[in-house]
């Protein structure tokens, strides 16, 4: 017990983060989050490969999240909801929707959370970046959205950018409705 003990611990530091399993590069991700030895911007590579590779699988495999899927192995919905925090907390702008379509169900405060991110100011289309975001939130739950919304309003803690951008996806929403009424064949 004591030499299979051993040999894990020294193959998990001797295998690079990339040659592991989902499962095994969850684990790792987990215990580094709960112990706090790296910053978020150390952290948020590590996401983004974890993420990278549910992508991956999804389009190579042809698979959608569910029994056996990566998402399912990830098992990152069932964390608790301190560390899915950190997560979106750590993960970069254009991780946030892979994560939240990963997470399946957010709350009201992890949905704020995702909403206060913003663009490095390189980005050369934000909107994209806000809009992939609101689609994910919106896709989680129709509602989510103006809770969070709501909650930031009551706070007081609206980002500078997120009228205008929650107006303009609002806007899009509603054009996607009247459009699927008139075509309802078409897919949107």
Known sequence: MAKAN?????????LPFVALTPERKRAWLLRVLRKGHLT?????PYIHLLIEEYQYDNIIGGETPGVGSPAENLDIGNLPREII???????EIYDIPILINIIG???VD????????IPPPYEKRPLEAFDSIF???HECDHNLL??????????????AHFISVYERFQEILKDKEVLSSLFPQAEM
Do not use: N, Y
């Not at 051993?6 to 001797?14: D, G, N, T």
């Not at 978020?40 to 948020?44: G, K, P, S």
């Open 135 to 137: 689609q994910a939130i």
């Open 146 to 159: 103006a809770r969070a919304r709501d909650k930031m309003l009551s706070q007081g803690t609206i980002p």
């Open 85 to 91: 925090m950190r997560l979106l907390e750590c993960a």
């Open 40 to 44: 978020d911007q150390e952290i948020a």
């Open 6 to 14: 051993l040999f894990r611990k020294i193959w998990s530091e001797a």
């Open 105 to 107: 169900h957010l709350t």
């Open 110 to 117: 992890e949905a704020v959370l995702a909403l206060r991110k």
